[in-house]
Structure formats: C-alpha cells, structure tokens
C-alpha cells in the first residue's frame, strides 16, 4: 500500500503565492510520475501539473508561467509552488503517483486533498 499526504494549502490573497508538498510513503518501488490536479466546486477533476521520473513536466495552459512543479526523488516529494495566484485558481488539490510498487505491480494512488482559497 501506498500513503499520500500533501501539504500547504490555504487561503491567500490574489496575486500571492503558496507552495504545496506531497509526500509518498510505504511500497514506493519506482516512481513513474507524480502529479498535481485540482477540482473546483462543481468542475471536474483537471490535471495541474505532472512530472516524470525522469523530470519531464507538463503543466495545464492555465497555469505555465505561474506554477512550477518539481521533486525529491531521495524523498518521494513532489512540490507545487504557485505563484501570480488567481481567484479561479481556488480548489481542492489532489495530489498524485503512477508507479511500480516494491513487488512490481502497477499503481495509481491518490492524497486527501488540500484546499487551496484565492481571494480577489
């Protein structure tokens, strides 16, 4: 099994900036990528950024230029620091891994969200 717990969210106000951690434990065999997505009150579930292992990013149009991705591969982190915050930047963000666990079986795993309020 694999835990994620992210970090960071919180209230800010617009043009400010906040930084998001999520760190994996328990079967991390080999990470494939880690990602960020976020949902907003009645929107579906969209991609913010993801990052390879071998740290490649891509990043949703919305946000490049303002949110940079990166990782710990020694310490299974990946950070999300954002920047220029926007107020329809507010949502829960999800962290998440695509990996192979310790026995070699695929997974996808998902963290408990961390609300992230942007006001105008």
């Known amino acids: 099994q694999v835990h994620l717990v992210a970090s960071g969210g919180g209230l800010v106000q617009a043009g400010g900036s906040l930084r998001l951690s999520c760190v994996a434990s328990?079967?991390?065999?080999?990470?494939?990528?880690m990602g960020w997505y976020r949902q907003a009150p009645g929107k579906q579930r969209e991609l913010v950024a993801r990052?390879?292992?071998?740290?490649?990013?891509n990043y949703a149009d919305s946000v490049k230029d303002r949110f940079t991705i990166s990782r710990d591969i020694t310490k299974n982190t990946v950070h999300l620091q954002m920047s220029s915050l926007k107020p329809e930047d507010t949502a829960v963000y999800y962290c998440?891994?695509?990996?192979?666990?310790?026995?070699?079986?695929?997974?996808?795993?998902w963290g408990q969200g961390t609300q992230v309020t942007v006001s105008s």
């Open positions: 998440n891994v695509d990996l192979w666990d310790y026995s070699g079986s695929p997974g996808n795993y």
């Open positions: 328990g079967s991390v065999g080999t990470i494939r990528s």
């Open positions: 990052i390879t292992g071998g740290g490649s990013t």
